[in-house]
């Protein structure tokens, strides 16, 4: 399945405080603004804030954003709208933290007299962000004031919440499934530890890859090969199926708890999903190239066979503490099978990265 690009979730983005009476008549957020925080900024001036989905910041989300310079941003973790209802120019200097999480991020705003203009924040976080395990308040600050910051114009602050760094917005019909690939680390030292433990399953106690230099035949039975080592070494690693998909907050239905392979094989437990984005981060340390399978319910992983083939070996990772690496591979195939192609959502893992989707810190 393709996906359209990550960019498109700024449509998500719920509008939360401070629209002044009458800025945005028509606006839903209206409805929801609570009159006692309903102020104008400053003479003909008025702000609009928005942060997250429902004023929930997912990390996910927040880092691909960061990732992005100004002028490629299409959202925000926090976006800033200004209107100027003036007859000249308003230029302003704004700056967006999380208090206590993140940096502060800075961008100047030209208004023209008449005209809106949306500024996209995505303020690097602090690293306690990303490992933060539980819903959590946080508050955002917005600062506005003349170019030069030494003058204060206004400022606003936001309640939000922050989402812990192992859950997922997949969003309705997991249209934003491609970002699954944040949860694929191949460089985690974890990662790097169980395939020195899985080269010893190989005939000649190596773990190369694709090897350019063999024919696509050669490629796709040292692909076998060195899967059933992976495979066989996680296996031995004492990894066992422990459901633990559960999250809080809003949108229950459309996110998840989803491990990062480095918890998932220190507490040797993971899901379906879990053990989908280890063997993912494997498979794409080796140079090779991981696809994570999702259908209802399960949650497969695949790695092409050989260097530019259409085919896909497919494992039910799942099953690696119960059954035998052959028997994930045919529960794969039947499972795959049994569901139409509508049912089915791939994201191929190196078409994520291209898009800019890179692993959470």
């Known amino acids: 399945m393709r996906f359209r690009h990550p960019h498109i979730i700024w449509a998500l983005q719920a509008i939360l405080i401070l629209v002044p009476t009458g800025a945005f008549g028509g606006e839903a957020a209206l409805d929801r603004t609570d009159p006692k925080l309903v102020r104008p900024a400053r003479p003909a001036t008025f702000y609009k804030v928005q942060a997250g989905i429902d004023g929930e910041i997912f990390p996910v989300f927040a880092n691909y954003a960061a990732l992005l310079s100004q002028e490629q941003r299409t959202f925000g973790t926090v976006s800033v709208t200004i209107t100027n209802s003036g007859k000249e120019n308003l230029r302003q200097r704004v700056a967006v933290s999380v208090v206590g999480w993140s940096d502060e991020e800075i961008q100047l705003s030209d208004v023209a007299p008449g005209a809106q203009h949306t500024l996209n924040f995505a303020p690097s976080f602090l690293p306690r962000f990303y490992k933060n395990r539980e819903i959590t308040a946080a508050t955002v600050h917005v600062t506005f004031s003349d170019l030069s910051g ?15 760094g192992e859950d997922i917005y997949w969003g309705g019909g997991f249209k934003y499934a491609q970002f699954i690939a944040s949860w694929v680390t191949p460089h985690d030292e974890m990662i790097e ?22 024919s ?12 059933r080592a992976i495979y066989n070494a996680v296996k031995k690693m004492g990894l066992s199926y422990v459901k633990s998909s559960a999250t809080l907050g809003g949108n229950k239905s459309m996110s998840e708890r989803v491990r990062m392979p480095r918890v998932t094989l220190n507490r040797n437990s993971g899901n379906c999903i879990d053990a989908a984005v ?75 990265r291209a898009a800019g989707i890179y692993p959470m810190p």
């Open 150 to 164: 030494t003058r204060k114009l206004d400022e606003i602050t936001l309640p939000v919440r922050l989402r812990s």
């Open 216 to 227: 696509a035949a050669e490629q796709e039975q040292e692909t076998l090969s060195e899967a």
């Open 193 to 214: 530890r169980v395939l020195a433990e899985a080269k010893a399953y190989t005939p000649d106690r190596r773990l190369p890859g694709y090897e350019n230099w063999k």
């Open 278 to 352: 280890l063997y993912a981060s494997l498979f794409e340390n080796l140079g090779m190239e991981p696809s994570v399978v999702i259908v209802p319910g399960h949650a497969y992983v695949g790695v092409r066979v050989s260097q530019g083939a259409s085919q896909f070996l497919f494992i039910d990772a799942a099953l690696t503490g119960r059954s035998s690496f052959q028997v994930a591979v045919s529960s794969a195939s039947a499972g795959l099978t049994r569901q139409p192609g509508s049912a089915t959502t791939k994201v191929l893992i190196e078409e994520a």
